[in-house]
């Protein structure tokens, strides 16, 4: 996680809007962006995704979801997986 935390800090920080696409070939892109809802603790919220195509439609796969917490230190709570 603190990969994913030094990236956010290199981007800029969360705000509204937040994309980032990592390109390491030959695997999929990896993207970081901000999610519009916040997680269920009511903190700002991103999802961490490779996307792929299935069938025409563009899919995730993996996909994580996590609250970035400042209380005591920057920190990320994952809260929600998908594989």
Not at 53 to 71: S, V, W, Y
Request: some cysteine.
């Amino acid at each position: 996680m603190q990969t994913l935390l030094d990236i956010l800090r290199k981007a800029g920080g969360w705000h509204p809007g937040l994309y980032v696409k990592i390109a390491n070939p030959p695997y999929r892109e990896l993207v970081i962006e901000a999610m519009d809802d916040s997680g269920p603790m009511g903190l700002p919220a991103l999802s961490v995704t490779h996307y792929g195509l299935q069938n025409g439609d563009l899919m995730r796969d993996p996909e994580m979801c996590f609250e970035l917490g400042l209380a005591g230190s920057t920190h990320l709570s994952p809260y929600y997986w998908l594989c």
